[in-house]
């Protein structure tokens, strides 16, 4: 059974570029969150998809977009890259939401991402 | 979310026991205890959660204190692999939650 899959593995951009980072998430899961990681810091919470909507949302600006397909599968899209915008993007899924009981993510090894 | 408090490193010995505590004295009934691992330019990786008893899996065992503030995650017998960053977050029991991360505590096992 594989788990979180991501692609690309690295990227480099240009700024003022866009870019598309995608996700699979584990067998059986429906949920997809999405994290930025800068370079010695924890990973910050983007947004969350579920049943193909944007469920929660981080503090980041509208340039930072997402889209979650039928199979469960996902995308980020950043637009306008900055140079702030390098980091190791993370996808995380998750199981159905239970109503209580906990709720553990599993994450894919990220696409680092580079904006020169 | 309740605010987690954890040391910023940690040594620990191959073969001995990690013990990494985190202080989350603002945990209300509903929050469980999460432990997260993050070894180095990989993705998250989930330890164990609980919300007031004592919890242990494959990996590690957690202790939560009885009244709730604080916890510790215990490694058995650390490897060198088990040479990672570890995050302790409180997290509402119910829903799809997203994860906050603070600094982590930076454990380093050394041979």
């Known amino acids: 059974d594989a788990g979180v899959t991501q692609s690309p593995t690295h990227l480099i951009k240009t700024r003022g570029q866009q870019v598309t980072l995608r996700c699979s998430p584990k067998?059986?899961?429906?949920?997809v969150s999405w994290y930025q990681q800068a370079l010695g810091q924890g990973p910050q919470f983007i947004f969350q998809?579920?049943?193909?909507?944007?469920?929660q949302r981080g503090n980041f600006p509208d340039r930072f977009s997402g889209h979650q397909f039928p199979n469960y599968s996902s995308e980020l899209n950043v637009n306008a890259l900055l140079l702030g915008d390098s980091a190791l993007y993370l996808c995380a899924s998750s199981p159905p939401g239970r109503t209580s009981g906990g709720y553990e993510q599993y994450f894919g090894p990220g696409t680092r991402l580079t904006v020169t | 979310d309740a605010k987690t408090t954890q040391p910023p490193s940690m040594d620990c010995a191959e073969g001995r026991a990690a013990n990494l505590p985190c202080n989350h004295s603002?945990?209300?009934?509903?929050?469980?205890v999460y432990w997260y691992r993050q070894i180095h330019s990989q993705g998250p990786q989930y330890i164990i959660h609980g919300l007031k008893n004592n919890e242990t899996n494959e990996m590690a065992s957690l202790i939560i204190t009885e009244d709730r503030k604080s916890s510790t995650l215990i490694l058995p017998h650390a490897t060198l692999r088990d040479t990672a960053v570890y995050y302790c977050?409180?997290?509402?029991?119910?829903?799809?939650?997203?994860?906050?991360f603070g600094s982590g505590t930076r454990l380093q096992v050394q041979p």
């Open positions: 977050i409180v997290l509402l029991s119910s829903g799809r939650r997203a994860l906050t």
């Open positions: 998809y579920y049943e193909e909507e944007e469920r």
């Open positions: 603002t945990i209300s009934g509903n929050e469980y």
């Open positions: 067998s059986g899961h429906d949920t």
